[in-house]
């Protein structure tokens, strides 16, 4: 009964904050002080991994820092730089400064600004390598050299303290620079804030090939502009699509994401109809890519194991950790989520009072349960490859991790993102400033591990090394070294 009148009320509370709360361009000291006492307050109370990488002094100097800095802060966007700041200063993937959850001004100046270059890029080797180009003078293949003098090196180490992971999982923040993936570069959100282009240009170096470095001046675009003219070139961000494609006894099975909440795909259907054919057609090698796959729904990967898996896999997921029994009312305005029931706990948590994670409290019913992935009468037989790389720091870390475990298929790739610690989630809500209407996205649960577990993601079986020259050429180095191993 209770939790029912509670969600109510939290409800109430977020209806009327809607009608009475406006998110604003500019900032008085008061009004930044307010917003920072708001979300420092959020994530000590409700974020249960704030030491899971960093010691106590560790972390109460990244929140003074923040103090300091979102309190001088007279606009959203400044405010939105230090809040970014501070979330990434948790080493937590899933603590971040999402920009579809942002409000009001701060969210129309991060999308909709014509402060953005007019390029795409991927960085490689440390060099950035230039995918595609909305200017004239500029191409696909050419390297950057500097922004606005600053090199690749110069601009990396500006951009890793915004830059979100769990622990020390560096490949995945760098991944968060390029254009080739599925969500947005952070080159697009942050850079701009960082170093705005000067009266709407960026000054670059660039070359092509081997030879001689060329400056040129670039007028700053919005997304929106950048997009379309890249698409009448045909450069495209990458495709959501899954799709099988068999050629002879080799087969590709392509999974971009299983974020599929929205989306028509039938994924048990498409398992289904995936392997009945590479059984028809008696296809003996499968390559899986999950390179651009950030995660989604953890099924997914479940589902995939039982068509692999020659015997039974058992895993035991423990995502139970949380700092609270009820959250705290004077909190409850400011926060988000799909199911206020995330904020209570009364009645199912218990104490923890050992280990890393002492003086926090476990949620019952999402501790130590056992999965059981049963092997499929119908399973694939076939030797399998899956492509991994940094991109895979939610469920699809889970699927490497698991595949690793059960000895289903090889690894080939770079290292995932992710964390062995595991990973903070399964509940979420967002805290929504009340002023300048950033928002900052807060696990609710974490991963139980002991003291000996290792700050460290999946490493693949086969690693493959980037060169730059290559990836001009356009060449996919990965997938040429897998289809190699099938061969």
Excluded at 174 to 193: E, F, G, K, T
Excluded at 264 to 293: C, G, M, P, Y
Excluded at 399 to 418: C, K
Aim: proline share 5%.
């Amino acid at each position: 009964m209770f939790p029912r009148i509670l969600n109510r009320l939290f409800g109430l509370l977020l209806l009327l904050t809607c009608f009475c709360a406006t998110a604003a361009d500019t900032l008085t000291a008061q009004e930044a002080s307010r917003d920072a006492a708001v979300l420092a307050s959020a994530l000590r109370a409700l974020h249960p991994a704030l030491d899971k990488y960093r010691s106590q002094a560790e972390v109460d100097a990244s929140f003074a820092r923040f103090r300091e800095r979102a309190g001088a802060a007279r606009s959203a966007a400044a405010m939105y730089l230090a809040a970014t700041e501070l979330a990434a200063s948790i080493r937590c993937g899933h603590t971040w400064t999402n920009v579809l959850n942002q409000q009001g001004a701060v969210k129309q100046r991060l999308l909709e600004a014509p402060d953005k270059l007019p390029l795409t890029m991927r960085l490689v080797e440390g060099r950035w390598l230039v995918l595609g180009s909305a200017v004239p003078g500029i191409a696909g293949g050419d390297e950057l050299l500097t922004i606005d003098g600053k090199s690749s090196s110069e601009v990396v180490a500006m951009m890793l303290p915004y830059l979100r992971a769990d622990g020390g999982s560096d490949g995945k923040r760098l991944r968060q620079l390029n254009h080739d993936r599925m969500d947005y570069s952070m080159m697009d959100i942050v850079w701009p804030l960082l170093s705005p282009p000067g009266q709407g240009v960026y000054r670059l170096a660039v070359r092509t090939g081997m030879g001689a470095a060329r400056n040129i001046d670039v007028p700053a675009i919005t997304l929106a502009a950048r997009t379309a003219r890249l698409q009448t070139q045909r450069v495209h961000p990458p495709a959501e699509k899954w799709e099988l494609r068999i050629d002879g006894d080799i087969a590709v099975m392509t999974l971009p994401t299983f974020a599929l909440y929205r989306d028509t795909v039938d994924w048990r259907q498409f398992f289904a109809d995936s392997f009945a054919e590479l059984q028809r057609r008696q296809v003996s090698r499968l390559v899986i890519d999950i390179r651009n796959n950030e995660g989604g729904d953890d099924l997914i990967g479940l589902e995939l194991l039982a068509w692999l898996a020659k015997v039974p896999v058992t895993d035991v997921w423990d995502q139970s950790v949380t700092m609270y029994e009820r959250v705290p009312y004077k909190l409850a305005r400011y926060l988000d989520t799909w199911d206020f029931g995330f904020f209570d706990r009364t009645g199912a948590v218990d104490n923890i009072t050992e280990g890393p994670q002492a003086g926090r409290w476990r949620f019952r019913p999402k501790a130590r349960q056992l999965r059981t992935i049963t092997p499929r009468p119908d399973r694939y037989t076939g030797k399998t490859w899956l492509l991994i790389g940094p991109e895979n720091s939610s469920a699809t870390f889970t699927l490497a991790r698991l595949v690793r475990q059960s000895g289903v298929a090889t690894l080939v790739g770079q290292p995932t993102g992710g964390n062995l610690r595991g990973l903070n989630g399964g509940q979420l809500a967002w805290v929504t400033l009340p002023h300048s209407g950033v928002a900052v996205d807060i696990p609710l649960l974490a991963s139980s591990y002991g003291t000996d577990t290792p700050d460290a993601s999946i490493r693949p079986d086969v690693l493959v090394k980037r060169h730059f020259s290559v990836q001009a050429a356009g060449r996919d180095e990965e997938m040429e070294a897998v289809l190699q191993l099938a061969r």
